[in-house]
DNA sequence: GGAGCCAATGTGAATAATCGCGCCTCCTGA
DNA sequence: TCAGGAGGCGCGATTATTCACATTGGCTCC
């Protein structure tokens, strides 16, 4: 129902400025990082110049909140989604997929919270409370069709959340480098299969792992 | 003898200059990037004036290559370590170990890789194919010990070497966003304990895997 | 042991570019 | 007609970089 664009009617033909704006501000911050980022750069980019940005955003800040914020309202569904109800293996990789495929067809997120978590910048600890909180929710995680003993005995449930996060958000700001090492585009559906692949088999080893014969020195 | 400094002690060589020059830098960069770092900023930690560098680095560029330089010193010898002899799940992880006992004790080559795999930058390129190479040459990485179906039937390897791969490395440039959701120090030994735990339970995972069973939809 | 010298290392001042940002004017379309 | 949105201009701060200059420490030669 999405196709009403080029032909007939007013909606969606071309992109208000603030929106395109917004467009513009997001790639940048994404790929320099706030302070690195230079409203010359984004105004460039939409075709403007700078000083008319202030005719739509209060300042640089002010931008880039923006920016987060419609980040966060397009991410923030599926991540409160896992807390209601059993908590299975099935439900968890579906909760995954979801999350991988939003990173890939929308990689800025990840990119701008690396930013964050490696500069700082405004609202940091902000955008970390929004996004990482309801992962670690009292009750959300919690296995309950599986006597899943990483989580209860050896406490490293937090770990497994942290891992699997870091490894779909890593991939997303590390991907360009393997380009070449691995000889696919990285954001190609084939590459979104391989990386889907590798999650599902390292879950399973999460989930059923009991604990038995560690690797070669006692726990 | 030599001990003319304050106590008696035999070792204290008070750095020099262009090593304590060098030592700024490379956390300046390692937080902000290349671009966001001020060579004021480095000569204030320093204790000396901005112009000042120019005695003992040509530019800004040419310091970012010595501080690239002397990071990766550091961290080639073990990354080459596993292309000799078979491969085994306790050579990895033993391999491993060392890679994220040598992050956790410097953690600035991880930053700055992080920030030159989202915004570029001077010798982008060449770093690159300095660190990942020689974990994708071919023959290194290859299983004879076990007849692991990942590797030849999958084609899955280098995604696993890449996941492992960023789980160290993004375990160091995303931690400070754990800290309060883990509870504890990133950086201290017990974390360290913990990661190490996960990724032995994680690269059990991979080495096993036999590619039966997929979760719940045909491979 | 001075006198002279040079290279190394620091400094402040100056330059040109770029930055965020405010002011004010002009154009356009409803 | 009129207001919103774009551009021109420019201020003040910061940037990397250069330069002229002061100070040092060690070297040689008498």
Redesign the interface.
């Known amino acids: 129902m999405a196709a009403t664009d080029s032909e007939n009617q007013a909606k969606v033909p071309p992109r208000s400025t603030p929106e395109r704006i917004l467009d513009a501000a997001e790639d940048l911050f ?4 706030y ?2 980022t230079s409203l010359g750069d984004v105004a460039d980019r939409v075709g403007i110049r700078s000083p008319s940005l202030y005719n739509h955003f209060k300042n640089k800040e002010a931008l880039y909140e923006a920016v987060l914020e419609r980040l966060l309202a397009v991410f923030s569904a599926p991540l409160g989604e896992l807390d209601r109800g059993s908590v299975t ?2 439900r968890v ?1 579906f909760w995954l997929e979801t999350i991988v495929r939003q990173h890939h067809a929308n990689p800025n997120l990840a ?1 701008l ?7 700082g910048g405004p609202h940091t600890n902000e955008l ?1 409370d929004r996004l ?2 309801p ?2 929710q009292p009750g959300a995680n919690r296995i309950e069709g599986a006597e899943n003993t ?1 989580i209860e005995n ?3 449930q ?3 959340v ?2 699997f996060n ?2 779909v ?3 997303v ?2 991907a ?3 380009r ?3 000889g696919q585009d990285p954001f190609s559906d084939a590459a979104l299969d ?2 889907l ?2 999650i ?7 989930f059923e ?1 009991k604990g038995d014969a ?3 020195q006692g ?1």
């Open positions: 994404a790929e320099k990082g302070s690195a293996q099935e990789f990119r919270l690396q930013h964050a978590a490696l500069s970390i990482f909180s992962m670690f990483l050896t406490g490293l937090p770990w497994a942290m891992a870091n490894l958000m890593s991939y700001t590390m360009p480098m393997y070449d090492l691995l391989n990386q692949n590798l599902r088999i390292l879950l399973r080893a999460v792992y560690p690797l070669d726990a």
